[in-house]
């Protein structure tokens, strides 16, 4: 029996399990999941549980309800890698040996890679949101908030979705006026990047509206610590920032065990041919979603369209034949705005968000780089489509590569 | 492509100022480059991360990041915005005649 192993049943891990399951021989192939959770967290679900628009039970569904049959299923941390022995050991003491390895693990934030992050204020009057706990403190915290001033920082990039930091500040501005707080509240957005996003066309869209909203930016802060008895991030080069409440999205970075594998760079992503999604350092493993040390974005759409390259290559590398498909970046992200509305994006390594129509060419129903109803019901509706369609390895009307048809240049 | 004339060298940059062609770089350059960006004097730190900078460059294609260059006891961080205030990773770049780094999202 040949042994395909993947690591991390996630988005990325789920997705590929699901497609690679009814098409390998099962008497030829053996298909390993692994995970140390029972429980899949919609990630882009978080955002909405500080706004009481969700709670825990809206993005938590059993994995075990996502995996085909046939396939072993393992509930165990991963402790480290051993590529030359071709093997894995897990922390459960279970040693699975693979001949070709998928790895899926993600990222993580890191508080405590900043001094002061995790100390007296930690989940106080500091909180992220980019995990189930931080996101359900905050909206615990949001409920008696009188007003203040409210700090969102990005401590680094890269982060994953990096548009969530945005959709928090506009939605919260929202609930802020819902609440009858706005004006007792003063809002910043406290960025290292020189704007509001990276890409030109979008970092003005999303910077105008941040100035529409009343929310200050402040761009190219790289934050060096956190001084939380006096309630003020510091910059590397000593400019501070007060807070009232701190909203923080940490560094993010890959699991600790790709680091204990000496599989990672300097912050645990494992170089990746940004093509054929291999490991640059062995060639029979593959790697897949936030896990990768890409430079595209870190999100589940973008995982969704790997996962069909990585499809293709792995079975193109079981068969011996050449590596063919090749990721092109692509990325197609829905940005919530407010007051029932949203903005669409859709880019890819070398093409910058554009406005246009999206996904059928003039006719949409989405429009891009625009604020649109229909685009906040795009957002709700990937919910139904995560569970229902995208885990599962489905089909979606989205092609993996992106296109051109329906932009205007 | 705007090219200017250092040092008696006619050197190329691209529109944001960085260097297009990382061989044509020497010391003398770089310091004329460090004054243009407010730094008087470049002391053995600042070459000690230019020459790294430069070296990752020559074998591995990319530029270190700010976290690696802390992480490799190459330069603390806190330091780095020292030697190079307001943006290190782009200011080192352009004064060690590397390419803008690569924005990440
Ligand atoms: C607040 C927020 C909002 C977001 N919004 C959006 C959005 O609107 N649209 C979008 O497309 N994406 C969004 N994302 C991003 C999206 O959730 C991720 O990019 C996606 O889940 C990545 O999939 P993955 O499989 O690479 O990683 P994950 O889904 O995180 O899966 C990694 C898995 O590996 C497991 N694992 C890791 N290490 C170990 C170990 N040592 N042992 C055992 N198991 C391990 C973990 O338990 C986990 O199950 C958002 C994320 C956040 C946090």
Redesign the interface.
């Known amino acids: 029996m040949k042994k395909l192993l993947i690591l991390g049943a996630g988005t990325a891990g789920t997705i590929m399990v699901n497609k690679l399951a009814p098409v390998l021989d099962q008497s030829e192939w053996q298909i390993t999941i692994v995970d140390h959770h029972e429980t899949h967290y919609y990630q882009p679900g978080f955002l909405f549980i500080p706004f009481g628009i969700y709670t825990k039970k809206d993005v938590i569904k059993p994995k075990r309800d996502f995996f085909p049959t046939g396939v072993e299923v393992i509930f165990s941390g991963i402790d480290i890698i051993e590529p030359e022995k071709n093997q894995v050991k897990l922390t459960d003491g279970k040693v699975l040996s693979y001949d070709y390895l998928v790895i899926a693990t993600g990222s993580q934030i890191k508080p405590e890679e900043t001094e002061g992050l995790v100390g007296d204020g930690w989940r106080k009057n500091i909180f992220d949101f980019y995990t189930i706990d931080g996101a359900c403190a905050l909206a615990h915290f949001l409920k008696y908030w009188e007003g203040g001033r409210m700090v969102l920082n990005v401590v680094e990039m890269p982060i994953k979705c990096p548009v969530a930091p945005l959709e928090f500040e506009y939605l919260a501005e929202w609930w802020l006026t819902e609440q009858g707080l706005r004006d007792k509240v003063e809002i910043e957005f406290v960025t290292p990047l020189p704007g509001a996003f990276t890409k030109p066309k979008a970092s003005q869209l999303f910077g105008d509206f941040l100035d529409k909203k009343n929310i200050k930016l402040t761009p190219e802060f790289s934050t060096g610590r956190v001084d939380a008895a006096n309630n003020k991030i510091i910059s590397w080069d000593e400019q501070d920032i007060a807070y009232d409440l701190l909203v923080t999205v940490p560094t993010n970075m890959g699991d600790d065990a790709i680091a204990r594998s000496g599989l990672g760079d300097e912050l645990n992503f494992i170089p990746t041919d940004k093509e054929t999604l291999q490991s640059k350092a062995h060639e029979n493993i593959f790697v897949i979603g936030d896990a990768t040390d890409l430079p595209s974005s870190k999100a589940g759409s973008v995982a969704h369209f790997q996962a069909d390259i990585l499809y293709e290559n792995l079975l193109s590398a079981m068969e011996g034949r050449p590596l063919r498909a090749q990721f092109d970046g692509h990325a197609n992200c829905y940005i919530e705005s407010g007051f029932g509305k949203g903005i669409l994006i859709d880019f890819n390594y070398d093409t910058e968000p554009l406005p246009g129509k999206f996904p059928l060419p003039g006719i949409g129903p989405f429009s891009l780089l625009e604020e649109t109803k229909m685009n906040h019901y795009g957002k709700m509706m990937f919910r139904w489509m995560y569970w229902n369609l995208l885990l599962k390895g489905a089909e979606l009307p989205i092609e993996s590569q992106m296109m051109m048809a329906g932009k205007r240049v | 492509m705007p090219t200017r004339e250092i040092n008696g060298q006619s050197i190329e940059f691209d529109n944001e100022g960085f260097m297009t062609d990382r061989t044509a770089w020497n010391r003398d350059i770089a310091a004329v480059l460090a004054k243009e960006e407010g730094i008087e004097t470049l002391t053995d730190r600042h070459f000690d991360v230019i020459d790294f900078m430069r070296k990752e460059v020559e074998e591995k294609g990319t530029a270190p990041?700010?976290?690696?260059l802390n992480?490799l006891n190459v330069v603390p961080?806190?330091e780095?915005?020292?030697l190079f205030?307001?943006?290190p990773a782009k200011k080192a770049a352009k004064i060690a005649g590397l390419k803008k780094p690569?924005?990440?999202?």
Do not use: A, D, M, V
């Open positions: 990041s700010i976290r690696r992480k961080t806190k780095l915005y020292q205030p307001g943006g690569e924005g990440c999202i």
